[in-house]
């Protein structure tokens, strides 16, 4: 058996190993400018036109055309292999690679004695391994491409893992993966219609090869031809079929190509958009299999990730996952050809706590938006943020940024509205909200919503403020009771924070409040409340969650310690009853009047208020013992 190295593996150790030191051991090397250069080691020369590229970690020579990387450079130096130059550079840069034998057997298949005979590309592709670059550049350019602006992908001009003189008994899946990829890579110079529909998309040549775009022929048995020894695991991976007839056939024909890898770089699958109108349907993955799981995957994260992404995007499809990473926006994802699930939205979380989906402004797009939000608000804990960027009709993200261009994309991209925003636009848009029932049915609506938030945190709470100045779409907070005894000996809940909850459950109760506010010291949170209460209340809505609304937007300065209180009240559960949330507003009431009447009382006053302010007091005291007694 082989050894599989990750992708993931091969970055970290090129990562370690300085080119330029590297080199340097073997050429006599002369900084110029940004770069160093001297003679090429690959053909005799008199004159220097082999160039070390310290920032891109990367070699040219300009006569011989040899380029790569440090692995490339060792095994063409040395005529050594790549597994044994990975194991050297392992050492050197104190990176373990993988065991020899694989600790899964199902990611082994049993691989045909019989004796291999190269194909044709491959047997150019030994002869001029440095070819590929140059090709792809002229046929898609039609001009010499600088070199110092290309970027080399370690495995696009490696041989493949398996010597094909091996007689192997045993292949590994992960290797196999890599060498069709690399099949697929060798065709499309060969294919002028697959280089055309690249070239009409926009892409680079560079842009290309660092995604390792290829092409299918459309021989129904180009991969048996190919790799005649590895049918069996072919089969396992679906890229190749059988009729009903019992006659294989290449899942993948006639089409460009996208390798799919996993977090870990490895290719694991393929996605395929057919060339031909003809062919059906016209984009195409190959089907899971022991190391390919579509429901789990996310085409562009581990390129993302290489690139140091930061902000996340999810869009619909790979070439816009492609198209806004040439254009400089990294972190573009797309999904396998399936919906958004919560396995998605979660890897993107822990990716960064704000990410941001991309929908179609279309009836599709709202509809696979509304999904989306279902599956997204369970996983909105805090600290997480979920922004909607919904794109013009017509348009997709790669359309989008080549009409805009980048600044302005990227500012449409930041005013995406936060999932609050819209929420209220989704549900608002297909009602009439200037009716009764109109807002009734939103309410029901945002209700079935929030029950799918966190039953912890204070997003719950929080989203009703997100709709200030809007039409009042409120949903009641759900405290919960910590039954953490620490916590519950360290946290004492006042009077003071029972009537705030009461006062944002049950706005109009405070005209049982009115009196208080005379009374209480003004620098405590209740009398701040009470006050922005007495300004507003004239103007509450009838409606009671209407008028919540109104108060939480008035009130919204204080949001934080709001929050804060109603997670550790229970009132709702309380005051279920109107005639209970009366009640227990009339006895806070009551009890904080006398409270600050005493404390009043304490501080130095004329004899006249101390006078008013005890009649005052036996009132109220009169009052409490009329309650306690009924």
């Known amino acids: 058996m082989r050894m599989a190295i990750p992708q993931h593996t091969i ?23 940004r770069t160093y250069s001297g003679c090429c080691p690959f053909h005799q020369e008199k004159s220097p036109s082999f160039h070390v590229y310290r920032d891109k970690q990367y070699y040219h020579c300009f006569g011989c055309q040899a380029n790569g990387n440090a692995i490339r450079f060792l095994m063409d130096i040395d005529s050594r292999n790549f597994v044994d130059v990975m194991k050297d550079l392992s050492n050197q840069t104190g990176i373990e690679l993988p ?29 001029q391994p440095t070819a590929l670059a140059p090709s792809i550049h002229e046929a898609l350019d039609d001009h010499f491409v600088d070199m110092d602006r290309y970027m080399d992908d370690p495995f696009a001009q490696f041989d493949p893992p398996f010597n094909i003189d091996d007689q192997v008994q045993e292949g590994n899946l992960y290797d196999l993966l890599e060498n069709v990829a690399q ?5 499309l110079p060969n294919s002028q219609k697959a280089q055309n529909y690249f070239k009409q998309r926009g892409l680079s040549a560079q842009t290309i090869q660092f995604w390792r775009l290829g092409y299918a022929p459309e021989d129904w048995q180009h991969l048996e031809k190919a790799f005649p020894q590895d049918i069996d695991g072919l089969k396992q991976l679906g890229l190749i079929r059988s009729s009903d007839s019992g006659r294989d056939f290449d899942l993948l024909r006639e089409r460009v190509i996208f390798p799919i890898r996993d977090s870990k770089g490895r290719v694991v699958g393929f996605g395929g958009r ?24 996310l085409y562009g994260l581990y390129e993302g990730r290489k690139l140091k992404a930061n902000d996340w995007l999810m869009v619909e499809g790979y070439m816009d996952v492609i198209a806004l990473q040439q254009y400089g926006i990294n972190g573009a994802v797309a999904t396998l050809g399936t919906a958004s699930n919560a396995d998605h939205l979660t890897t993107l979380f822990k990716q960064n706590s704000r990410i941001t989906i991309a929908f179609d402004g279309d009836a599709a797009g709202q509809k696979a938006a509304r999904r989306t939000l279902e599956i997204a608000l369970p996983l909105l804990n805090d600290g997480r943020e979920l922004k909607f960027f919904v794109l013009p009709n017509e348009h997709d993200p790669d359309s989008l940024i080549r009409r805009e261009g980048l600044e302005n994309f990227q500012r449409l991209l930041q005013q995406a509205p936060l ?5 209220f636009a989704h549900l608002t848009g297909q009602h009439d909200v200037s009716t009764p029932e109109g807002k009734s049915l939103v309410m029901g609506e945002l209700r079935e919503l929030t029950e799918l938030l966190p039953k912890q945190g204070s997003f719950r709470y929080l989203l009703s403020q997100s709709f200030r100045e809007k039409l009042g779409l409120g949903k009641r907070f759900t405290p919960q009771i910590s039954h953490d005894a620490s916590l519950s000996f360290n946290i004492q809940t006042k009077d003071e924070d029972f009537a705030i909850a009461i006062l944002m459950h049950h706005p109009f109760l405070y005209i049982h409040f009115e009196e208080l506010l005379a009374v ?15 300004i507003v209340f004239d103007d509450l809505p009838d409606d009671q969650e209407l008028a919540t609304y109104y108060v939480l937007g008035a009130c919204s300065r204080y949001s934080h310690e709001i929050s804060d209180i109603m997670q ?8 279920q009853a109107p005639e209970i949330a009366d009640k227990l507003a009339k006895d806070f009431s009551l009890n904080l009047q006398e409270k600050y009447l005493k404390l009043k009382l304490r501080s130095p006053i004329s004899l006249i208020e101390s006078r008013n302010l005890r009649q005052q007091l036996n009132e109220l005291t009169k ?4 309650k306690l007694l009924s």
Request: aromatic share 6%; hydrophobic share 30%.
């Open 11 to 33: 970055d970290q150790i090129l990562d370690r190993t300085d080119i330029v030191d590297l080199i340097g051991q073997r050429v006599k090397l002369k900084k110029t400018g």
């Open 99 to 127: 065991k020899d034998n694989h600790d899964n057997k199902k990611l082994s298949y049993k691989r045909s004695p019989q004796q291999v005979v190269a194909p044709q590309t491959t047997q150019q592709k030994q002869e």
């Open 183 to 187: 099949f697929y890579e060798r065709q």
């Open 274 to 297: 057919a060339l031909n109108d003809e062919i059906k349907p016209k984009y195409i993955n190959s089907p899971d299999s022991e190391v390919f799981h579509k429901n789990q995957l």
């Open 419 to 423: 999932l609050s925003d819209f929420v």
């Open 520 to 534: 209480i010291d003004q620098t405590e949170l209740l009398a701040k409340i009470l006050t922005a209460l007495n």
């Open 568 to 575: 550790r009240t229970n009132i709702q559960s309380l005051t």
């Open 623 to 626: 009052q409490i013992s009329l």
